[in-house]
């Protein structure tokens, strides 16, 4: 793989209980700078331990392995006071939650500033000046004046833009958003995908956007990676996986969404995804795919390579075509 | 309309806030139909839902179901009409007792309500779990034995037990896996139309309500801004926030291209 300034992700797995949980297998991804890239999954499908690991944000119980790359930086070898310095200025990231994110005796200001104090030699009031014009970047309006508030005196969706403040405040090459409009009302979250657009071509940052919404992925990111209990089961250019699905979860994905007035149903998924001791030690989507035939159930599936940067974890991608 | 099943007469309720989370919302709902409800957080849709199904009285206004007037109806007697409107709510992890087995919560409404005897629960259970297409030995295990979607399942089938004519759905999909949402979605339509239920589906989801319900109610700040009737497309919707609405919604189709 070409060196790339970016984040990239090589065969990385995440395990529990001493190696007898099996969190995430296998997972490899590049998010160049610039770049958008999308990580789509369900609750449980790995995709949030994912992008945690990406930072080192991890918890205590877990064991990784495999590469994490940050430029030429190897994440998973570092130290905690290392992984401190990179957080912020290398990578940085946002979550659902704003309010349980922020300190909430601090005025969001002062939060901002403490971001560049501690990775930038500045004076304090160079730092709260920055942070004001941060919030303005963000869309705060009257940021000056705001920044002297409380993170509890702001809507939800301002407390969102606050955050994406205190995430550009290090200038970081690559920003992570696990489900960043999930908790916020549609309007309001378009809102923040376009900030989150703007920045990353106004910054040249790359996006890692983690979401369980195709849509809103499909939105923002150039290139899609699907998850499915705990591996990538397809990846590849956005425009290919919503036209050309070659991996069935995908397509059962995307079919769920469809709303056709002349079918009087939804097209549903059967089944439920697999518990994280409960996954098939074949396809892990075997039990509810319906093209699955005997191969299937019986070994792992590979990524294959299915496309021009596009693979799918399925050995039925011939028949996905006809159906 | 002619003879609704639910004729609501402009209901409020203010819970102590600045401004009433409900404010003079009125609709009706015909026999079989299945109504829409659309709107963000903090648009009072769920206390319409909590209002409607008499879980919490209405400061003023009336909840007309099947002619007569709920909401000025003593506890007593209130206890015993509302039955006939059961909810369902987002969150299948908060809506069930995770000390009970499910035939054991399901059989309580029946027996409650003075719908079976306790010799036949478990033939009743069975039925409803069958309904909800669940399999008749979840009746003997615990809510933590089930997945979110098929907590749901349970929680609409405790729904069912009660034998209810108007079903209030309130976001039931929202905190379920994409891949299951559409099973919960089309399970409420099938039993619609199998048990000839009247239904009303309160979402954010301006597309999913629009595909479920051919009328649809939109409320914003605790008031119903507009009613799309069921010959008008939603995207001939006349209010500014619903169009707002329908644009802030990135639809799978267009991006595709």
Do not use: W
Not at chain 1, 45 to 54: I, P
Not at chain 1, 259 to 266: E, F, N, P, Q, Y
């Amino acid at each position: 793989m070409v060196e790339s300034p970016g984040l990239s992700i090589e065969n990385l797995s995440i395990a529990f209980d001493d190696g007898r949980k099996v969190a995430v297998s296998g997972v490899s991804l590049s998010v160049p700078t610039g770049e958008a890239v999308g990580l789509v999954g369900e609750s449980g499908s790995g995709k949030s331990l994912t992008s945690r690991a990406a930072l080192g944000l991890l918890p205590k119980t877990a064991k990784a392995s495999g590469r994490i790359r940050l430029g030429d930086l190897s994440i998973l070898d570092m130290s905690p006071a290392q992984l401190r310095s990179v957080r912020g200025a290398g990578i940085a990231m946002i979550f659902q939650d704003p309010m349980s994110s922020l300190n909430p005796v601090a005025r969001v200001g002062q939060s901002i500033a403490q971001v560049i104090l501690s990775h930038e030699a500045v004076s304090a009031d160079d730092a709260e000046s920055r942070a004001v014009t941060l919030m303005d970047r963000v869309g705060i309006r009257d940021a000056k004046a705001r920044a002297g508030s409380f993170p509890h005196e702001f809507s939800g969706g301002m407390r969102q833009r606050i955050m994406i403040a205190m995430a550009l405040a290090a200038k970081p090459r690559i920003l992570v958003a696990d489900e960043p409009t999930t908790a916020l009302d549609v309007i309001v979250q378009k809102n923040i995908l376009n900030l989150l657009d703007q920045l990353r071509r106004e910054e040249g940052m790359g996006l890692l956007l983690v979401s369980h919404d195709l849509a809103v992925v499909a939105s923002l990111c150039s290139r899609i990676a699907v998850m499915y209990a705990g591996q990538i089961v397809e990846e590849g250019p956005t425009k290919e996986i919503l036209v050309r699905p070659r991996m069935p979860y995908t397509a059962g994905l995307l079919a769920s969404t469809r709303r056709d007035k002349s079918v009087k149903r939804l097209t549903s998924i059967p089944g439920s995804p697999p518990a994280l001791g409960d996954r098939a030690a074949s396809c892990r989507f075997a039990p509810r795919c319906r093209l699955a035939i005997d191969p299937c159930r019986s070994a792992p599936v590979e990524l294959i390579e299915v496309g021009p940067r596009h693979g799918a974890r399925c050995i039925r991608t011939q028949e996905m075509a006809h159906v | 309309m002619s003879d609704p099943i639910l004729r609501v007469e402009g209901i409020s309720k203010t819970y102590g806030g600045p401004r009433p989370a409900l404010a003079g919302a009125s609709f009706e709902l015909a026999k079989g139909e299945i109504l829409g409800v659309v709107g963000e957080s903090g648009s009072g849709k769920t206390t319409l839902a909590r209002c409607v199904a008499l879980l919490e009285r209405p400061d003023a206004g009336r909840v007309i179901f099947k002619g007569e007037d709920l909401a000025a109806l003593r506890e007593g007697q209130l206890r015993k009409r509302r039955r006939g409107i059961q909810t369902v709510f987002q969150d299948p992890y908060a809506s069930l007792n995770p000390t009970k087995t499910i035939g054991d919560a399901l059989g309580e409404v029946m027996l409650v309500h003075g719908l079976a005897v306790r010799k036949e629960i478990k033939k009743h259970v069975a039925e409803l779990l069958d309904q909800v297409g669940l399999p008749t030995t979840a009746a003997d295990a615990y809510p933590k034995s089930f997945s979110g979607g098929q907590r749901q399942r349970i929680c609409i089938a405790r729904a069912l037990a009660a034998q209810p004519e108007i079903l209030i759905a309130d976001e039931p999909v929202s905190s379920l896996d994409v891949s299951v949402q559409a099973q919960v979605v089309n399970l409420i339509l099938d039993l619609k139309d199998r048990l000839g239920l009247s239904v009303i589906f309160i979402g954010h989801d301006l597309q999913l309500i629009d595909f479920i319900a051919p009328r649809v109610l939109v409320m914003l700040a605790g008031e119903i801004v507009e009613t799309i009737p069921a010959d008008r497309s939603i995207a001939d919707a006349r209010h500014e926030y619903t169009r707002a609405l329908m644009q802030a919604v990135s639809k799978l189709e267009t991006l595709a291209g």
